[in-house]
């Protein structure tokens, strides 16, 4: 069954989600509904075709930071420096890199203009982060998401060039205290790196026994 939200900030329990995952349709991007959100387990993915639908899937994606495997090649490009990390710095510049950058077998983007001006609002008020890789000074590949405690809730990465975005995602594996990187859906390129399945039940337990 698919709950259709009101103005009340409220959800549903996130197990009463379809076999795909989506759980409710309606509401808002206010900051207090999506904070909400992402401390049960829940988050939006809708283009501008659709109402706001809110998924909580049954198998999570996610990073154990510890988990992290980092290729010989790779370990070459951090070691050379070429790339300079920052954090924070330049949270608008990503989300629009994120929303524009072509990705294959995706013609559109579901970060739409709404959602980009909820994050925007959630970066000012301190709940969501962005890391920031330069190239020469030119801003060539990151990443954003949602903090919840010691849990980060990847939104988006982006790479203008090789690499770029694998430099971001390690940065933030090592330089953060997280217990864990929701990676949400899955990707090949991801798994390279480390990232696997767990159950919802699982992923909640962490949420709710993490660090705030």
Known sequence: MIFRLDKR???????????????AVGGDLSTN?????????????????????????HERFVLFPEELKISKSMRQV????????????????????????????????WITDDMKQAYIRL????????????ENEELV?????????EVFCGESMFSKVSNASKVALISL??????????????TEHLESMGARMISRKEYLGILQNNGE
Not at 39 to 57: A, E, K, V
Not at 141 to 146: A, E, I, S
Request: aromatic content about 12%.
């Open 9 to 23: 900030i409220v959800f549903p329990d996130p197990s009463l989600a379809e076999d795909d995952g989506l759980l």
């Open 33 to 57: 509904r999506l904070l909400l959100a992402y401390h049960n387990g829940i988050f939006p993915w809708y283009n501008d075709d659709t109402p706001i639908l809110w998924y909580s899937p």
């Open 78 to 109: 951090l070691k050379s420096e070429r790339f300079k990390v920052t954090y924070d710095q330049n949270f608008n510049e990503v989300i629009n890199a994120c929303s524009s950058v072509g990705r294959k077998d995706q013609p559109g983007t």
């Open 123 to 134: 970066h000012k008020e301190g709940h969501a982060h962005s890391v920031e890789v330069w």
């Open 141 to 149: 590949g990151g990443l954003y998401g949602v903090q919840v405690g």
């Open 173 to 186: 594996c090592d330089t953060s205290n997280n217990k864990l990187i929701d990676c949400q859906v899955y």
